[in-house]
């Protein structure tokens, strides 16, 4: 660990967290081998420094620490907030296909627009409830800001359907309240009361089932005491109970602070609200600050029930949580996320099209690169994990699928979300021999001998130092072939009478003419389906003294031995037929060695 961390870290004094450190900074700044940093000269004093809050007495923390044991409740909010940050929002088609593969996915609560916003959205709302199109056991959800037409409106797009959640929202933060609403804190609880009061008459009116949502926005940067009022007011009149429950949705619209922080408030909150057992306590974070997942789980830990989010993240700014990342970090931790993402590059595919926007490489679970490994180590070590998984597998007589993953350097098995292990090793010049040795076994079903993996890296590596690039399977299978199966003048060299022994056979003819040359080991493997043939031999032979290599492929045994000896033969620089000279050493030959 990095020492000044450790120092922190190792702090007795969690309250004196800055003066700790800065102490820790002054005896490291000490040390010859530590360079001071220098001041950034970036306006920081424009920027509020983040009080500890002291929401929760000391030492009555719940949430630090806690593991999930299930999934929360999960809602979708790609259709709406996902959907009203997109340059192109999304059309019916879209819309459509979107709210489809939720229900695929298995959301059972699925926020399906913002119908006072614009025709299409009003559209779509009429198109799956009078279409039939909402499963049986899915609920959806409908947005309102406190603006009543727009909520007249809102309960206009459901009407006739059998049930729904009805989602009001607005602002409760200073900043918001004095700036955008230009309304004082009673003013702005006027206006949750009234538009709460109008959502319970015109639920009344309504022929189905309406429950209702409520969202004050803003809430991570809202007073606490006036976020708690808030709350309690609305859940007073719209009478939550266990039976007809209220979504008490708590937003971090802007994240602004720590997870920590966030984790804070929800307890607080889920210990002082009113009518706790009458509430859904839902978090809706975002990723302002790039913690937008550590904050969800925290405050899960802290006793929300429900998280709001999207797929892949796509939101506002930075985005919504991804859903997909809270639900696979459960699964990778042996909790049953309750969303089936098995077939994650279907999803991507699907989210991508319709939000038209590509999923990042380094997107966890689902990004192009997030199951690659480049670097030698690192393509190593999951190597040997997974041969050691099949070797367990084969021991206990069991698919390896069946076995508990333990791969280093993959936190779960990519086949698990219907990926493939074919990108896990991709080779480039950070790569290494048990990386190439991988890509040979597993494209090609060849296993390169023990002996003979740092000499072929070498030769790929000045393969890709050229290049700057990366080298594919077939790449390096081509280069393989070529340095290794290839012999040259030797190719029409046959002994007189081969016997039992080819290779001894040939270098007894080959001594014969002047060639100095042994056997030192002959390594003979199955051919696997990729090389295309049925035997593989890899031959050491010492020629004038000097260790050489070479491969051969063949339908029999006897093949293979005789080319990869002929092979040898080539790389070793000597020439058949040059008379007992000591044969020459070629570059190729040297640079391989
Ligand atoms: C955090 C969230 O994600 S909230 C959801 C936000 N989603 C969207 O904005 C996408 C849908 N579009 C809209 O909501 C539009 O802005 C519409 C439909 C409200 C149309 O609004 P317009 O009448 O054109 O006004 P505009 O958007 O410029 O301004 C919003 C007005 O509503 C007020 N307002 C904003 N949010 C709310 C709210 N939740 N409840 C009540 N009033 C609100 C603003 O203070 C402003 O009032 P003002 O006109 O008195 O200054
Ligand atoms: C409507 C609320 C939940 C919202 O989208 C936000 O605060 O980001």
Redesign the pocket.
């Known amino acids: 660990m990095n020492r000044r961390l450790e120092n922190c870290w190792n702090s007795n004094e969690p309250r004196g967290f800055m003066k700790t450190k800065t102490s820790a900074d002054q005896r490291l700044h000490t040390q010859p081998w530590w360079n001071a940093q220098q001041q950034s000269g970036m306006p920081v004093h424009r920027y509020q420094r983040a009080e500890p809050q002291e929401l929760l007495e000391p030492g009555t923390r719940t949430w630090l620490g806690r593991a999930p044991a299930h999934a929360p409740l999960w809602s979708s909010v790609d259709l709406r907030?996902g959907n009203?940050a997109l340059a192109n929002p999304m059309d019916l088609r879209r819309k459509r296909k979107m709210f489809d593969l939720l229900v695929r996915l298995g959301f059972k609560d699925i926020e399906i627009g913002?119908p006072?916003?614009s025709e299409t959205e009003f559209e779509f709302v009429r198109h799956l409830i009078t279409g039939g199109h909402i499963p049986d056991d899915v609920t959806v959800t409908v947005?309102t800001?406190?603006?009543p037409e727009?909520i007249d409106r809102t309960f206009e797009a459901v009407r006739g359907t059998d049930r729904a959640v009805v989602h009001l929202?607005?602002?409760t933060a200073c900043l918001w309240r004095e700036v955008?609403?230009r309304k004082t804190p009673s003013e702005v609880m006027a206006l949750a009361q009234e538009s709460a009061q109008r959502l319970v008459r015109l639920a009344d009116r309504a022929d189905g089932a309406i429950r209702f949502e409520y969202s004050p926005?803003t809430f991570n940067v809202t007073e606490p005491q006036f976020a708690l009022e808030i709350a309690n007011t609305v859940a007073e009149i719209v009478e939550a109970t266990p039976e007809r429950p209220l979504t008490l949705n708590l937003p971090s619209?802007v994240e602004m602070h720590a997870p920590t922080v966030f984790a804070d408030q929800i307890e607080w909150m889920s210990r002082n609200l009113d009518r706790r057992d009458g509430i859904i306590l839902s978090v809706h974070p975002h990723n302002d600050r790039g913690t937008a997942v550590a904050a969800a789980e925290f405050a899960l830990a802290a006793g929300a029930d429900r998280v709001e989010g999207t797929l892949f993240g796509n939101g506002?700014r930075t985005g919504n949580v991804c859903l997909i990342t809270l639900a696979l970090n459960l699964f990778s931790r042996g909790v049953d996320p309750q969303l089936d993402l098995s077939d994650i590059p279907s999803v991507r595919r699907a989210a991508e099209e319709c939000n038209r926007m590509p999923v990042p490489d380094r997107h966890p679970y689902a990004g192009d690169l997030v199951f690659t490994a480049f670097s030698g180590t690192h393509q190593d070590a999951i190597a040997k994990g997974l041969l050691h998984l099949e070797d367990q597998a084969a021991a206990a007589g069991v698919p390896a699928a069946e076995l508990p993953w333990d791969v280093p350097y993959l936190p779960v098995d990519p086949q698990d979300l219907g990926r493939s292990y074919e990108a896990v090793i991709r080779v480039n010049s950070q790569s290494g021999k048990g990386g190439i040795a991988h890509v040979l076994r597993t494209r090609w079903g060849i296993e390169l001998p023990v002996a003979l993996r740092a000499e072929f890296a070498r030769v790929v590596q000045r393969v890709t130092d050229l290049s700057g690039t990366e080298v594919d399977p077939g790449r390096i299978w081509d280069v393989f072939r070529a340095e290794y199966c290839d012999a040259g003048d030797w190719a029409g060299f046959t002994a007189p009478a081969s016997g039992d022994d080819p290779a001894e056979a040939l270098l007894a003819a080959a001594r014969a003419y002047g060639v100095d040359a042994h056997v030192e080991q002959l390594v003979r493997d199955e051919g696997g389906p990729g090389s295309g043939a049925r035997h593989v031999c890899y031959a050491q032979l010492f020629v004038a003294h000097e260790p050489v290599w070479g491969a051969g492929l063949g339908a029999t045994a006897g093949e293979a031995t005789v080319r990869a000896v002929l092979s040898a033969l080539h790389r070793s620089g000597a020439r058949p037929g040059n008379g007992g000279s000591v044969p020459q050493l070629t570059g190729a030959r040297e640079g391989a060695r």
């Open positions: 907030d009203q913002y006072s916003a947005f800001p406190a603006i727009l929202c607005h602002a955008v609403f926005e619209t506002e």
